[in-house]
């Protein structure tokens, strides 16, 4: 008796850099909970997130891809917003439409000194999944800086 399991991992691409997750064995349901850095040097430039189930002996098999719009949230983080409730504080709700991935209202927050944006994506090319990420700008000590 044989029975297939899935090992599921993630990546996010932007451009030529490639962050991935660590996969979890046998679960359909995988929680990460990792943190992974992506640089923005396009502002224009989609980011892609993918899910795969790790193959050993062939090559990983994509379960489902998600584009991640970040363009809302960029413009809040432009926008260099002076600090407000220390707490939480909605700053803009984003709704789901056909042009983004998101499955569920987004709301970029001011959270405990730092804007945040949680997502809740649904993945294409698969008959269901969701995957939910949240972004987190930070700033890196002598990098240019957002310009558009």
């Known amino acids: 008796y044989w029975a297939s399991s899935v090992d599921p991992g993630s990546k996010v691409v932007r451009l030529d850099e490639e962050v991935k997750t660590r996969h979890i064995y046998d679960d359909c349901n995988p929680y990460w ?22 193959n050993t002996f062939r090559h990983d098999h994509k379960m489902g891809e998600a584009k991640i719009d970040i363009s809302q949230y960029l413009e809040y983080v432009k926008a260099d917003l002076d600090p407000l409730d220390p707490l939480l504080t909605v700053v803009d709700t984003i709704e789901p439409t056909d042009e983004n991935c998101l499955s569920d209202d987004s709301h970029i927050v001011w959270k405990d000194g730092n804007l945040v944006q949680d997502m809740v994506l649904k993945l294409k090319n698969v008959a269901t999944g969701e995957v939910q990420i949240r972004l987190q700008w930070v700033n890196v000590p002598g990098a240019r800086g957002l310009t558009s």
Do not use: A, F, R
């Open 33 to 54: 909970d990792d943190e992974v850095d992506i640089g923005v040097y396009d502002l224009n430039t989609p980011i892609i997130l993918t899910v795969y189930d790790k």
